[in-house]
């Protein structure tokens, strides 16, 4: 059982270029989160999925799209990153909305 | 929303009980607390949830009075491994696989436990 795993582990980019930060689960949960954490500061949602097929914005979704592939999987792209949004993501998931969630080990990302 | 006030930062000693208090003033009659961990360049790791009064498990406390506007996380005999970030949050567990995911992690409160 790996929980929740996360590619790339660490990833360099050009101000303009785009990527895309995968994410699975093999819990069988439904619902998934995308997170970011700055330096020194807490978690910001940028955009989850409840389950299956549905997706909605969280605090921060500007400059970024998602897509739930399936039950497993939970994709995060940059279209054109930016400077701004370097960061360490992290992808959770739980059982259901807003129950316990599980983090995966995150992607440390960095925008020049 | 309901929205959490913790402090910043604390120290402790190894060996000593730590109490994180966490103020939310405007919890909601669904909301549950739940509090996480975080150590550096971890994801956030649960440790405990609770709806009222007191809830244990193998890893911490948790105090929840009967107006529900605060809770006390606490941690028995701290050890150096204990040094973390710990979260508050407070949010509607009933929400299913619907409506809208209203839990806010913050910016934690920062334990450092010293030898």
């Known amino acids: 059982n790996a929980g929740v795993t996360q590619t790339p582990k660490f990833q360099v980019l050009k101000t303009g270029q785009s990527m895309t930060l995968q994410c699975a689960q093999d819990m069988n949960h439904n619902s998934m989160y995308w997170y970011r954490q700055d330096p020194g500061m807490g978690l910001r949602l940028i955009y989850y999925?409840?389950?299956?097929?549905?997706?909605d914005k969280g605090e921060v979704p500007n400059g970024y799209n998602v897509s739930r592939l399936n039950k497993r999987e939970f994709s995060l792209r940059l279209e054109s990153a930016a400077p701004s949004q370097t960061s360490v993501y992290f992808c959770?998931?739980?059982?259901?909305?807003?129950?316990?969630?599980?983090f995966g080990p995150g992607t440390r990302l960095l925008v020049l | 929303l309901a929205k959490t006030t913790q402090p910043i930062s604390m120290d402790s000693y190894e060996g000593q009980e730590v109490n994180i208090t966490c103020s939310h003033n405007n919890i909601a009659t669904n909301d549950y607390i739940t509090w996480y961990q975080q150590f550096p360049s971890q994801g956030p790791r649960f440790i405990i949830q609770?709806?009222?009064t007191k809830v244990t498990n193998e890893v911490a406390s948790l105090f929840i009075p009967a107006d529900r506007k605060s809770s006390t996380l606490s941690l028995p005999r701290v050890s150096l491994s204990d040094t973390a970030v710990y979260y508050c949050l407070v949010g509607d567990r009933s929400a299913g696989t619907s409506g809208t995911y209203k839990y806010i992690f913050g910016t934690g409160t920062r334990l450092k436990v010293l030898a």
């Open positions: 609770g709806y009222k």
């Open positions: 999925s409840a389950s299956e097929g549905t997706t």
């Open positions: 959770a998931s739980s059982e259901w909305l807003a129950e316990t969630q599980y």
